[in-house]
């Protein structure tokens, strides 16, 4: 990254430079890159943030589809069920009939 010297105003590359290359002070406690390095970080933190945000956000969806997935397999027996019940009712309504 680049920032200027707080001593000559030259511009220091911190990737390529340990202190500036035309007055050959140390940019160490030099505000512009203190500033530049807290925002990196927030920046770090901001996506790691997102990240797990993201991460939450697939494990609700793989949740919901997981629960649709459940639901159509119960809407899947339900008929069976009801067909079950539903013979059954015959049985219990032919017993009592014949009892006539
Ligand atoms: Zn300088």
């Known amino acids: 990254m680049k920032i200027s010297c707080e001593h000559c105003g030259a511009v220091i590359d ?4 340990k202190k500036c ?3 050959g002070a140390p940019y160490s406690s030099n505000k512009e890159y203190r500033d530049v390095r807290d925002n990196r970080k927030k920046n770090t933190d ?6 797990e945000a993201d991460i939450r956000t697939k494990e609700l969806s793989n ?6 997935l459940n639901a159509q397999k119960a ?9 079950i019940v539903f013979i059954i009712a015959i049985i219990i309504i032919i017993s009592v009939m014949s009892k006539f």
């Open 75 to 83: 809407f899947k027996i339900f008929p069976i069920i009801f067909l």
């Open 21 to 23: 290359t035309n007055c």
């Open 63 to 68: 949740q919901i589809i997981e629960k649709t």
């Open 46 to 51: 901001y996506d790691f943030r997102e990240r």
């Open 14 to 17: 911190t990737d390529k430079d």
